[in-house]
């Protein structure tokens, strides 16, 4: 079974462009969640959607958006980039949301700020 | 402020040497899981732990989830270049929290 795809894997970009960074789960996974890496913060929990909905929210600002498609890919959304949203986004699947449903990443998206 | 904390936060062994890594959480978590992730990849699933004391077993990687399933440990036996890594834990209730991260180096 194919993993969790990410596209684009590197992306450079300018402050105050924005950006959409894609995400293809497991065949047969319907919930997507969304994580940023850096070496100051760590791994930190973006949203996480199922059924195409929202479900849950992290700690960023409204210039993170997302949203997920009939077929459970899910999209991420960065306007008026900054140069603190250079990172690793990382995008995980699971077969549904909860906590007992374990989650799966894929290998990330290195998105540069110049 | 991480609700997991994980120590050490670098080590590096010879081969064939023994490690633990720790994580310890403020928190009661549902399940907890530990990966491990190489440079530029996304995080790879060792483990999911979900009841208090349960211990497990992967090869020569071993998981224990305190009784309190408020901390947990991997241990590495004779451990080998190839766990080079840095290892993460994260506490699931709808995502993941995750530590800062253990940092492992492995010399051959």
């Known amino acids: 079974k194919a993993g969790v795809t990410q596209t684009p894997r590197y992306l450079i970009k300018t402050r105050g462009q924005q950006v959409t960074l894609s995400c293809s789960p497991i065949s047969g996974h319907r919930s997507v969640s969304w994580y940023q890496q850096t070496p100051g913060q760590g791994l930190q929990f973006l949203f996480e959607y199922f059924s195409e909905t929202q479900r849950n929210k992290g700690n960023f600002p409204g210039r993170f958006s997302g949203r997920q498609f009939s077929n459970s890919r899910s999209e991420m959304n960065v306007s008026t980039l900054e140069l603190g949203d250079s990172a690793l986004y990382l995008c995980a699947s699971s077969f549904k949301p909860g906590a007992y449903n374990e989650q799966f990443f894929g290998p990330g998206t290195r998105l540069t700020v110049l | 402020t991480q609700l997991l904390e994980q120590s050490p936060q670098f080590l590096s062994i010879q081969e064939g040497e023994n490690l633990t890594v720790y994580c310890n959480s403020s928190s009661v978590f549902s399940s907890l899981q530990w990966y491990r992730q190489e440079p530029g990849e996304g995080p790879v699933l060792l483990v999911t732990?979900?009841?208090?004391?349960e211990v497990k077993k992967l090869k020569r990687l071993t998981f224990q989830f305190g009784d309190a399933r408020k901390d947990s440990s991997l241990h590495i036996t004779a451990a080998q270049p190839g766990d080079t890594g840095l290892y993460l834990c994260a506490g699931n209730d709808y995502k993941l929290s995750f530590g800062a991260g253990t940092t492992v180096t492995v010399r051959a």
């Open positions: 732990v979900v009841t208090g004391g």
